[in-house]
């Protein structure tokens, strides 16, 4: 079942990650791609044809321009025109509008950079960029080129803006971008960063590269190659300045003949990352310094409490005849058994081999009779109550008395424990009192063992006579051997509790001992299973409960994080390794919850051991783990359902929401 439960998690990991590839490409999210053209073959350039955005108010009107690889191009404007809005209509980030892109080739990686870094303040810059890539080898080269691998292990609250900001950079190019779109990338740097990085972003329009960069500032006019102006929804060429040959009014002629197309339709520029870059595992770097409070105490309660109580139940259903055989023998000799002599002769060998039979041998001298004395664990003697002064004996010179002897003994009637540790002479031996027998344990019927090992003349042993028990050993070297009196021996089998096998070859020979006590045991297992099936179905259905609780947590916690969310799509991670990321999350979160209950419960065990002086009681690994298994199935896949419902929420909504 192990290997069951092993099986059905890899196969379910496998379908989500293979949904994750391929749910775009099967036109999940495809409805919004109306209206983005492409002509094939020529240089990669990028066009723009009659772009219309409104809001509550128009935002673009009827934007028309082309831009080439190559070149950077600078959009100006005040705050407000509407720059951000037509930046993320070029990088496919906005949705909704009139018009159309022409994209060639037909699919451009494109990255960002923004006016803040949104580096993950939790992670060094390092890990943040290796999130974007994971090749350590490919950030340390890029950073080289950057000048900033001496900030590579540093926390973003360390680094100046302008390091954030060049950091920031480096994480769009991890992408190889073959388009680049900067919005008011220097907007919160002085006056000396700006400078710097507006030199850096110029250089990227090396390899062919499309970049456009939004501001208000002067930073980029002395490299742009063609700067515009938008002035509330208007798009118009300002100047070009790279090339002196075109006057203006040919390069605004220029802009507004643009032929219409007749090409194909296809997708969006690629924001979201190719798959080539990710690990085929999400990064646990993430999940432990996004989310430090995931382990905490608190978070891991309620989960661990449904583990504990498949832990707990499964150990007692494995348990429950182990435990009341042992918590039995506590207070009597189980593994003391009657058997009718006439069948132990016939016994194979196997089995008579197990056995310990014990003959009928008593001893007399005057008014003393003897009887034997099993070994501690087999005797009768030895169950609490029946010893009234003293101990059971601990060698064979060392005998039991009764009370009635006890008296004689001490010469004391009041007082008959004076003869505990006298020496007396029986049958020409030296014996030793080390105990006396009480008259309650006369009365004691465990099993009829006291009538059936002591009885004389067809009746119980009576307290009024004088009676010593003598090691059985020993008893053989001065007594006599009788037949049983009622056809009734003593036997005992160590270990035939634990041995099915040995219970079915004794059961139609035995006396109705072996067979009430088996029978006592299989109704106790059958209660056990019973009641403990009945908590595991409640059990599963409060979780199903917690599961639908689970799902506003998850959205909850989702929406408060979905602005992170939505730029990590910006910066290069695809939808299904976000999801991917999520999950982990809280199959991490499930760990730390099945590991304190795993904990908790050897704590419980162990107390239970200590007290009552026993072993630590384990569950049966198939049982616990086919219900943690089911349980933890059930929590992923709410997770995931949940997840991917929410991350279909457009890259806009998430960072606009």
């Not at 404007?77 to 159309?100: A, F, M, P, W």
């Not at 995931?294 to 259903?317: E, H, M, P, W, Y």
């Not at 569950?619 to 943690?628: E, L």
Request: proline content about 4%; hydrophobic content about 40%.
């Amino acid at each position: 079942m192990p290997s069951v439960c092993c099986s059905s998690a890899w196969l379910f990991w496998c379908c989500i990650s293979v949904l994750s590839v391929f749910a775009p490409r099967a036109g999940i999210r495809c409805s919004w791609r109306r209206g983005i053209f492409c002509k094939e073959g020529g240089r990669m350039e990028l066009r723009l044809e009659s772009v219309s955005k409104s809001y509550d108010r128009p935002v673009l009107k009827n934007v028309s321009c082309r831009f080439e690889g190559g070149k950077l191009y600078v959009i100006k404007g005040v705050s407000g025109c509407g720059k951000s809005t037509l930046l993320n209509i070029i990088g496919g980030v906005e949705k909704g509008y009139e018009g159309q892109i022409v994209y060639s080739p037909e699919k451009l990686r494109c990255a960002y950079i923004f006016q803040r870094s949104l580096l993950l303040s939790t992670l060094s810059v390092r890990e943040n960029l290796e999130l974007i890539r994971h090749d350590g080898k490919v950030v340390t080269e890029q950073a080289k080129s950057l000048g900033i691998v001496d900030l590579l292990d540093k926390l973003p609250g360390t680094l100046s803006g302008g390091e954030r900001q060049r950091a920031a950079i480096e994480r769009a190019l991890l992408r190889d971008p073959q388009l680049l779109l900067a919005d008011e990338p220097t907007a919160s740097l002085d006056d000396e960063n700006s400078r710097k990085i507006a030199e850096k972003i110029a250089a990227l329009k090396a390899d062919d590269r499309i970049v456009i960069v939004a501001t208000h500032e002067d930073y980029f006019d002395t490299a742009a190659d063609e700067i515009w102006r938008l002035d509330y929804g208007v798009m118009r060429a300002e100047r070009k300045i790279r090339d002196k040959d075109v006057p203006e009014e040919e390069a605004a002629r220029q802009v507004s003949e643009i032929a219409p197309s007749e090409n194909k339709q296809l997708s969006q520029p690629e924001t979201e990352g190719s798959s080539k870059h990710f690990p085929a595992f999400p990064s646990f770097t993430y999940v432990f310094k996004r989310r430090p409070g995931l382990l905490k105490l608190k978070n891991l309660l309620l989960t661990a409490l449904f583990f504990l109580i498949i832990l707990l139940g499964s150990a007692l259903q494995k348990n429950v005849t182990a435990e009341a055989i042992r918590l039995y023998r506590k207070d009597r000799p189980v593994d003391l058994i009657k058997l009718q002599p006439s069948v132990v002769a016939s016994m194979s060998e196997n089995t008579r081999s197990r056995l310990t039979i014990y003959d009928d041998y008593f001893a007399e001298e005057g008014e003393a009779t003897a009887y034997y004395l099993l070994p501690k664990e087999y005797s009768v003697l030895a169950v609490p109550g029946a010893i009234s002064h003293g101990r059971f004996p601990e060698n064979e010179t060392e005998v039991l008395v009764n009370l009635s002897l006890a008296k004689v003994l001490s010469g004391d009637a009041d007082h008959p424990e004076n003869c505990l540790g006298q020496d007396f002479s029986f049958c020409g031996l030296k014996l030793s009192v080390s105990g006396i027998v009480s008259n309650e344990g006369y009365r004691g019927d465990f099993r009829n063992d006291w009538y059936y090992a002591y009885g004389k003349d067809n009746r119980p042993l009576q307290t009024e006579d004088q009676h010593l028990f003598i090691s059985y050993s020993l008893l053989q070297t001065i007594g006599t051997k009788k037949e049983s009196r009622y056809d009734i021996i003593m036997a005992s089998c160590p270990g035939i509790w634990e041995d099915e096998a040995m219970q079915d070859r004794l059961r139609s020979t035995s006396e109705e001992n072996l067979n009430d006590y088996l029978q006592y045991i299989r109704q106790l297992r059958v209660q056990t299973d019973y009641y403990v099936r009945i908590a595991f179905i409640v059990l599963l259905s409060l979780f199903v409960i917690a599961c639908l609780y689970t799902v506003s947590v998850i959205r909850l916690e989702l929406f408060y994080r979905r602005q992170e969310l939505g730029y990590l799509q910006i910066f290069g991670l695809p939808r299904g390794r976000i999801r991917r990321l999520i999950l982990l999350e809280y199959t991490v979160k499930m760990l730390g919850s099945l590991l304190l209950a795993v904990l908790v419960y050897l704590l419980l065990a162990a107390v239970y051991a200590l007290v009552l002086s026993g072993s630590i009681p384990l569950p049966d690994p198939v049982q616990a783990g086919r219900m943690i298994g089911i349980l933890a199935l059930m929590h992923l896949l709410t997770v995931w359902l949940s997840a991917a419902f929410f991350l279909r929420r457009s890259i806009i909504q998430l960072i606009t929401t």
